[in-house]
């Protein structure tokens, strides 16, 4: 990555986020974004002096906002609401979701309607260059008013003090020490720090980014794996056709359709049995089923999309607005909005999976394969067929389902009433990025059956022409695949083709897909 | 204190001792059993032997059995994802040694005994945890024990040097007790967490004053449940000498007054849990088995009688752990927790005290929730329309442990909050509208209390002005699984 990404909170996409969190892609605060915010930040310093209430300036958290605070303690207040809020259990976020977080929360403030100093952001991507990443426990957060507690663990590694973990250089370490060590200063709070850095359901969309993303992969993974196997089972092609599909103009099923179409494209294998009318639904009903999911997905890219470039902070500055008081209090920290979608890409992923499960249960079932040896058993070596990975497919996706309950339909009071509807999209996108890696390893399961599959057909009909598509996905898979020792279990196999989606070597494969982000 | 596998008399309790390192053996009766039942097996191929083609397809022929063993193993090393707690394999280890000792699975005592061995050397495959539908069996996970046992894996010299014959390589795989271990070490955890949390509903009852009459025995005797009955008596067990839990206090909200019908509830899925459990580890789960000198197949391996009770101990646990978070809700405050302060700090607003506590209990209840989804409703045809309804139990299974770790931190937040509550009783501290404290008289608590009140304090001091809780809550849940609240010290 050798392109520096300016973040000015108003175009930040799901690529950006993954090249920071995955890829150590540089960041810095944009010169235009620095500027408003130290308008925002001169409105709340003088605010701090006056005597109209501004929330979490002058007065108390949540409930406690009854009570007024003496503006000498505003500072106070700001370091008390990072600590008392630290309030998560759990294990560890990963480096990338907690890298994601920080990234997000930075661009959120760069929106410049915070109220906060641009230092609090050049400190966030100084942390994200130096690739020094706080300990933030993954359980506790409700989703509003935001992603509270872990936020605050973050703060405890920016605010100055005994406090806060991080994790550098390999090392766990105080965040005193590491922050030291990576020659960044720590930060007195100011009026209001406290909430910028807190105050915003950053943690969600940095799960569900990275979740989005990776499903957006495994979408054109199930599509090829889908033509791989619907290609060994002999298909038929009239179900994909374009005129079909404009019948229903449905535009995933569009694509998906026409993905199919190109993958399948100059194959001999397809159409070759002329007295099969149709197929099974999971290979004739892929575009439909697919389809849905790519219209899911991108409804979920839509919101999280909105998401990323958001202010999400309370109270927010609006310097444009008439009146004295610039400081607007409202609910833009809840997690709703990227909840519901983060639920129903759990849903749309799930069903990725489902439908990648049934086509593995065809192509091992002897009855069901058009004569595809039973269990995919191979006839030059004494191996145990794909009967056992079927299993574990099913398993995945059984286990899918019990993940796929709505977190966000879910909702318990806080905060003595005065929370009392909370979005709980954390929990949403925590079990989303959970699917995906289930779905992730089904997919890699079939294609592990498809390619057994395909070479048995190659060897019944030497010479025979595959799909120009499927062809070199068959050659990339295997090639991972022959990589591999020779007495290799099913495990490592599945393992090295789920890190090869994971790592995106099954994308192009002439493919004609347009992209959904 | 070793602890004798004979394939009768396992606990829940030996499984969870075993998982974290007790001893083991094999008892010498079973072995001689075992042994008998070999010998009583009918002239002709084995089992293994008569499927071999269905297996390996045409090489069936050509394979010697000791190949055929290590090719039915390793291809069913089709595990995934996040290895298995070393405990929770150990576990199920000993479960499976615990079915091969029934002596009806015609294998020899050295099938067990490698087991053992690993076991007592602390030889831990890595198991991944996910792949299995809990029928026929834990096929995969225990086939990645089964490699090592059999010596298809690296493994020191000290362990007894086994080769299975083919009956010996299906009956290392073939039932649920990976499921069978997970939950019975979860029965042990939820056991904990359900002590802790009548404990805990005790000291929040002794905080806010609650009324008596809730655990009158005459009142929860006359509704008939046995576990209601009885977390009634321990929760006045707790309270006795108690000047603030009185009759005159007239009904609480449901989160106290209904605690004894919500945990008894749990008090009740436990013990049927436990006999669900201790049925299976000390059942022949295997297929087929050999009696009478017959071989019988069936399907002893599924995992539904165990599965179903996993999931309905998750809804349980689940209950209990959103009944803790109400009470949570209450500390917290301050209209509703009868004079104590809200977030239950002096309240100047610079001070959020344990607001957040609460918003932590939430979200786990939350999550338990969606846990408590049951795994036992689904099942996925598989293996070419033979195995064509399975169990899911271990994902019911896997749920449960991960549900009880979050019922752990709930629980552990209400102990945290009750403490600081009782601290502020205790003190006769009382705070006005405007934040100004004011002294009130102190209340003497009930000794039992005081003790609970006093073990939480030796960890977690009280708390006046805003500081990190992170640690409180990590100390507070350290608290409930150890025991330590309880005066214990326990593995978890």
Redesign the interface.
């Known amino acids: 990555m050798n392109n520096t990404l300016a973040i000015d909170g108003a175009s930040l996409c799901i690529r950006d986020v993954v090249d920071v969190a995955r890829l150590g892609r540089e960041v810095v605060l944009a010169d235009s974004a620095r500027s408003r915010m130290l308008e925002s930040y001169a409105w709340v310093k003088q605010a701090t002096t006056q005597d109209k209430p501004v929330y979490g300036v002058n007065?108390?958290?949540?409930?406690?906002a009854?009570?007024?605070?003496d503006p000498a303690?505003s500072s106070?207040?700001s370091l008390?609401?990072i600590?008392?809020?630290?309030?998560?259990?759990?294990p560890i976020l990963p480096v990338a979701e907690t890298r994601a977080m920080m990234l997000l929360r930075a661009n959120a403030l760069a929106k410049g309607v915070s109220g906060c100093r641009p230092v609090l952001v050049e400190t966030l991507l100084r942390m994200l260059n130096a690739d020094i990443t706080p300990m933030v426990?993954s359980?506790?957060?409700?989703g509003s008013s935001g992603d509270?507690?872990p936020l605050?663990?973050l703060g405890?590694v920016l605010a100055d003090g005994d406090?806060g973990r991080v994790r550098y250089q390999g090392r766990e370490m105080s965040a005193a020490e590491g922050m030291a060590a990576a020659g960044i200063e720590r930060l007195q709070m100011e009026a209001k720090d406290g909430l910028a850095i807190t105050n915003g359901a950053q943690l969600t969309t940095a799960i569900g980014t990275l979740a989005l993303h990776d499903a957006i992969s495994l979408v054109e993974a199930a599509e090829l794996a889908a033509a791989m196997s619907i290609e060994a089972l002999r298909g038929a092609s009239r179900a994909f056709l374009a005129s079909v599909h404009a019948l229903r103009p449905y535009s995933g099923a569009i694509s998906t359709a026409a993905n199919l179409r190109t993958l399948l494209e100059g194959s001999e294998l397809m159409d070759s049995m002329p007295e099969k009318l149709q197929d099974a639904y999971s290979l004739r009903c892929t575009p439909q089923v697919l389809g849905a999911c790519r219209d899911a997905i991108r409804y979920a890219v839509e919101q999280v999309s909105i998401e990323l470039n958001a202010a999400t902070d309370n109270p927010l500055i609006i310097l444009d607005e008439d009146g004295d008081n610039k400081a607007f209090s409202a609910g833009m920290f809840h997690g709703e909005p990227v909840g519901i979608p983060l639920d129903v890409l759990k849903i749309a992923v799930a069903e990725v999976a489902n439908l990648s499960?049934r086509r593995l249960?065809r192509l091992?079932?002897?009855?069901l394969s058009q004569r595809l040896?039973?269990?995919l058993?191979?006839?030059d070596?004494?191996?145990?067929?794909m009967?056992?990975?079927?299993?574990?497919a099913?398993?995945?996706?059984?286990?899918n389902?019990?993940?796929g309950?709505p977190?966000s339909m879910?909702?318990?009071?806080?905060?003595?009433?005065q929370?009392d509807h909370?979005a709980?999209s954390?929990?949403a996108a925590r079990?989303a990025a959970s699917v995906v890696?289930?779905a992730r390893?089904v997919v890699a399961i079939e294609i592990l059956g498809a390619v057994r599959a395909l070479q048995f057909r190659q060897s019944e009909s030497p010479g025979i022409s595959l799909g120009y598509g499927t062809a070199e996905g068959l050659e990339r898979a295997g090639a991972v695949l022959s990589g591999l020792d020779r007495?290799a279990?099913?495990?490592a196999r599945?393992?090295a083709l789920?890190e090869w989606i994971a790592s995106g070597g099954h994308l192009d494969v002439r493919s004609g897909l347009e992209r959904l982000a | 204190m070793s602890i004798t596998l004979d394939g009768q008399g396992l606990r829940c309790a030996d499984l969870h001792r075993i998982a974290h390192g007790t001893p083991t053996s094999l008892c010498e009766d079973a072995a001689t059993q075992m042994t008998e039942n070999v010998a009583s097996m009918p002239d002709g191929p084995s089992i293994l032997e008569q499927k071999r083609h269905w297996?390996?397809?045409?090489?069936a022929d050509?394979?010697s059995a000791d190949?055929l063993c290590r090719?039915?193993i390793?291809?069913?090393?089709?595990?995934?994802?996040e290895p298995l707690a070393r405990p929770l394999v150990r576990a199920t280890m000993a479960a499976r040694v615990n079915v091969l000792a029934t002596a009806t699975t015609g294998c020899r005592p050295d099938a067990a005994r490698v087991l053992i061995d690993m076991l007592n050397q602390d030889v831990v495959p890595v198991v991944?945890s996910?792949?299995?539908?809990g029928a026929a069996g834990d096929?995969?996970p225990l086939?990645?024990i089964a490699?090592v046992a059999c010596g298809y894996a690296e493994r020191p010299d000290s362990i007894l040097d086994y080769k299975p014959n083919a009956k010996e390589a299906l009956a290392l795989i073939n039932g649920v007790s990976m499921t069978a271990a997970l939950g019975a070490v979860a029965t042990v955890r939820a056991r904990r967490v359900l002590d802790v949390a009548i404990a805990a509903a005790a000291m929040t009852m002794e905080a806010v004053g609650a009324g008596a009459g809730c655990i009158d025995p005459r009142l929860l005797a006359a509704r008939n449940h046995p576990g209601g009955i009885e977390v009634g008596e321990r929760l006045r067990t707790w309270l006795t000498g108690s000047t603030q839990v009185v009759h005159e206090n007239g009904a609480d909200a449901f989160s106290i007054r209904a605690a004894p019908a919500v945990m008894g509830t749990l008090v009740e899925e436990l013990c049927s849990a436990e006999t669900i459990l201790e049925r299976e580890l000390n059942g022949s789960g295997d297929n087929p088995l050999l009696i009478d000198g017959e071989w019988l197949e069936g399907g002893n391996f599924h995992g539904a009688p165990i599965a179903q009770a996993l999931d309905s101990l998750k809804v349980a646990v689940t209950s209990m752990a959103s009944v803790s978070?109400r009470r949570t809700?209450r500390l917290?405050?301050?209209?509703l927790s009868k004079g104590l302060p809200?977030?239950l700090v002096k309240?100047?607003?610079?001070?959020?005290?344990f607001?957040?506590?609460?918003?932590?209990a939430?979200?786990?209840?939350?999550?338990c929730?969606?846990?408590a989804?049951?795994?036992s409703v689904?099942?996925?045809?598989?293996?070419?329309?033979h195995?064509d309804h399975?169990s899911?139990g271990?994902?019911a299974a896997r749920?449960l442990l991960e549900l009880l770790?979050?019922a752990a931190?709930i629980v552990g937040i209400e102990v945290l909050l009750a403490a600081q509550a009782l601290d502020l009783r205790m003190r006769g501290i009382a705070f006005d509208a405007e934040?100004e404290q004011f002294s009130v008289s102190p209340v003497k608590v009930a000794p039992a209390i005081e003790t609970l009140h006093s073990r939480v304090r030796e960890v977690i001091p009280y708390w006046e002005?805003?500081?990190?809780?992170?640690p409180c809550?990590?100390a507070a849940?350290k608290m409930v699984r150890d025991g330590s609240i309880l005066g214990e010290s326990l593995s978890w």
């Not at chain 1, 007065?59 to 406690?64: D, K, N, Q, R």
């Not at chain 1, 359980?139 to 409700?142: D, F, V």
Request: proline share 6%; with cysteine; aromatic share 4%.
């Open positions: 007065t108390g958290f949540g409930s406690l009854r009570v007024k605070i303690h106070l207040l008390n609401l600590r008392s809020h630290a309030a998560g259990v759990g426990p359980q506790g957060s409700c509270l507690a605050a663990h405890l406090h499960e249960y091992t079932t002897g009855s040896p039973p269990a058993a191979s006839k070596r004494p191996v145990l067929g009967m056992v990975p079927q299993t574990t099913a398993a995945l996706v059984s286990e389902k019990a993940l309950w977190a879910d909702s318990i009071p806080t905060c003595e009433d929370e909370v709980m954390t929990t079990r890696v289930n390893r007495d279990t099913p495990s599945i393992e789920t | 297996l390996v397809g045409g090489f050509t394979l190949e090719v039915f390793l291809g069913h090393c089709a595990g995934v994802g991944p996910q792949g299995s539908v096929l995969a086939a990645h490699r978070e809700f917290t405050y301050g209209q809200s977030f309240g100047t607003g610079l001070n959020s005290g607001m957040l506590t609460q918003y932590t939430a979200s786990l209840a939350s999550e929730k969606g846990l989804h049951p795994a689904d099942s996925i045809p598989t293996v070419q329309h195995e399975v899911m271990p994902i749920m770790e979050c931190d934040g002005d805003d500081d990190v809780l992170h809550l990590a849940g």
